[in-house]
């Protein structure tokens, strides 16, 4: 079945503590995205990728890097810099990113939290 | 600027009853709208979208939405709701500005009472 797998499901950061959170899919979507979800609010978006070894910030990407070496895969790292990082992190992606009439693909999420 | 107001935090109603979640934008041209849901510990479904066209529109799952721009609303309609529809759901709308990009209201919290 094609679609969006993240992972872990749950992970937990210590104190000045890298962490990588991983988004793999098997959809052949050029278009990659993050985002944020914190309780009572809406997702934000934190980076974002049409292409391969190409990606731009979001409009929260302080404290935040990603990457996008291969076509089907966009890892997030949620650096120390990132003061609260405890949150829900969905990962999409989407044909070409090109246009609205794309539908975005969702994950089923990874929830941080810091010990 | 851009924006997206769901008013309702949270909304209970009865199976079998009908459901209106409201949802209202700010954009200054003509806006792509959207409608979300998402179960608990899960990712996002999209339900239904609005471009251009017949204003009002049929999704999955039973639900439409109405796209008003005089009362720059996109309300979620259901005739009829069912035990499986108590979800989170979420209204975005898009825009560019240098890319395809969303704006996702606060969500509205839909319980269903048996």
């Known amino acids: 079945d094609g679609g969006i797998t993240q992972s872990p499901k749950y992970l937990f950061r210590k104190e000045g503590q890298n962490v990588t959170l991983s988004c793999e899919q098997n959809?052949?979507?050029?278009?990659m995205y993050w985002y944020r979800q914190d309780p009572g609010q809406g997702l934000r978006l934190i980076y974002y990728?049409?292409?391969?070894?190409?990606?731009q910030k979001g409009d929260i990407a302080e404290g935040y890097s990603v990457s996008r070496e291969k076509k089907e895969s966009f890892p997030l790292t949620v650096t120390s810099a990132q003061k609260n990082p405890t949150a829900f992190y969905l990962c999409?992606?989407?044909?070409?990113?090109?246009?609205?009439?794309?539908?975005?693909?969702f994950g089923p999420g990874t929830r941080l939290l810091v010990l | 600027a851009q924006s997206v107001t769901q008013p309702d935090i949270h909304i209970t109603v009865s199976e079998g009853a009908s459901l209106e979640l409201r949802c209202n934008y700010s954009y200054g041209a003509t806006p792509y709208l959207f409608w979300y849901v998402q179960s608990p510990g899960q990712g996002l479904q999209l339900l239904l979208k609005y471009f251009s066209g017949d204003t009002l529109v049929q999704g999955i799952k039973g639900f439409e939405a109405e796209f008003k721009r005089s009362q720059s609303s996109f309300n979620l309609r259901k005739p009829s709701v069912h035990w499986s529809d108590a979800a989170e759901y979420f209204c975005a709308v898009g825009f560019t500005s240098g890319t395809y990009k969303y704006i996702f209201g606060t969500g509205t919290r839909l319980k269903v009472l048996a």
């Open positions: 990728s049409q292409i391969v070894n190409d990606f």
């Open positions: 999409a992606s989407s044909p070409s990113g090109g246009t609205f009439q794309e539908t975005q693909y």
């Open positions: 959809l052949n979507h050029d278009a």
